[in-house]
């Protein structure tokens, strides 16, 4: 019974108060999801050429300054650095793949949250609003941002287990349900070069997601394609560099809610983590419907 709550601003003049209002958004879905939480917030980019990777270390006291300098030393640029708890966002002047080369195996207790030009993945174990204060998301601004609370079922509670996933530049997804088909589509898309690190049937989704794009789907494409790959329920909300989408299974047995309005677009698994958005009540709201595909932005 995981929550998913995901906020897209139309107008540049919300974008300072992306942060203050989707904290309250996400702390609304501690009843359905108080084991772990996590963000991907977009906006934020770095300059032209550059990339940024979000890196997450098991020790609160990790160099984050020398990785950054190494990183740059490598790429024969000045790296940026931005430290948020045990937390880094490094931005380089690299590929994505090359970056990702130069960060493997470098250090045991690092982890790659995320990597692209705008996203920037936060979680961790614990209540909603004990990670909306760990990583000062009130203060927080960009374009967009997507994020989970996680009942866990099928799987222990774990950082790396929950949500967002993060499987190719910029892209992310958050899920609520499960997928019964997981463990095969896992081994298929393994063998075609997606690397799938946990044992997240969510993870498994945002791989296929991937996996089709790379094919040369669009995400509307792909989403479709999903309906008929992906045997199970769920609403999954995805994220993309510019704007986001939402699907439900046909069934639609998991709950899920948007509204939107000429500032921005909202959804959520309940109502009540939008009764506090600003001009709520003129929005228009409604039940997505099941089997298709909602974008905004640029997701489509």
């Known amino acids: 019974m ?20 989707f904290a309250e958004m996400l702390i609304c879905m501690s009843d359905r999801g108080p ?16 990339i940024k990777v979000t890196l997450r270390h098991a020790a609160d006291d990790y160099d984050w300054p020398g990785l950054a300098d190494q990183l740059g030393a490598r790429f024969g640029c000045e790296a940026s650095l931005r430290v948020n708890a045990n937390y880094a966002v490094i931005a380089v002047r ?50 967009h941002i997507i994020g989970h609370t996680r009942m866990a079922t099928e799987s222990a509670v774990t950082t790396n287990g929950s949500h967002p996933f993060s ?31 946990t044992e997240n049937d969510s993870e498994v989704a945002a791989g296929y997601l991937m996996w089709r794009m790379q094919q040369g789907d669009t995400l509307q494409a792909a989403l479709q394609t999903a309906l008929d790959d992906l045997d199970g329920f769920y609403t999954f909300a995805i994220g993309t ?47 997505p419907k099941p089997a298709r595909v909602y974008t905004w932005g640029g997701a489509d």
């Not at 084991?35 to 550059?50: K, M, Q, R, T, V």
């Not at 690092?110 to 990597?115: R, Y």
Request: with cysteine; hydrophobic share 40%; proline share 4%.
């Open 167 to 197: 499987t190719g530049m910029d892209l992310c997804l958050v899920h609520n349900g499960s997928l019964s088909n997981h463990n095969r589509l896992r081994t298929r898309l393994e063998r075609r070069g997606i690397e799938i690190r």
């Open 241 to 287: 560099v510019d704007g986001f989408a939402v699907l439900r299974d046909p069934i639609a047995c998991k709950p899920a809610v948007l509204a939107e309005t000429d500032e921005y677009v909202a959804m959520a698994s309940e109502f009540q983590a939008l009764s506090s958005l600003p001009g709520i009540d003129d929005a228009e709201v409604w039940e």
């Open 94 to 143: 690299a590929d994505a793949d090359s970056l990702g080369q130069a960060l493997a195996g470098s250090d045991p207790g690092l982890t790659v949250m995320s990597i692209g030009r705008s996203i920037e993945i936060l979680k961790e174990i614990g209540a909603p609003a004990e990670i909306v204060d760990r990583f000062g998301v009130r203060k927080m601004r960009g374009t």
């Open 35 to 50: 084991d772990s939480a996590g963000l991907a917030l977009y906006g934020n980019e770095p300059p032209e050429g550059f």
């Open 2 to 21: 995981c929550g998913i709550v995901g906020l897209y601003v139309k107008k540049h003049d919300l974008a300072d108060q992306l942060g203050a209002l």
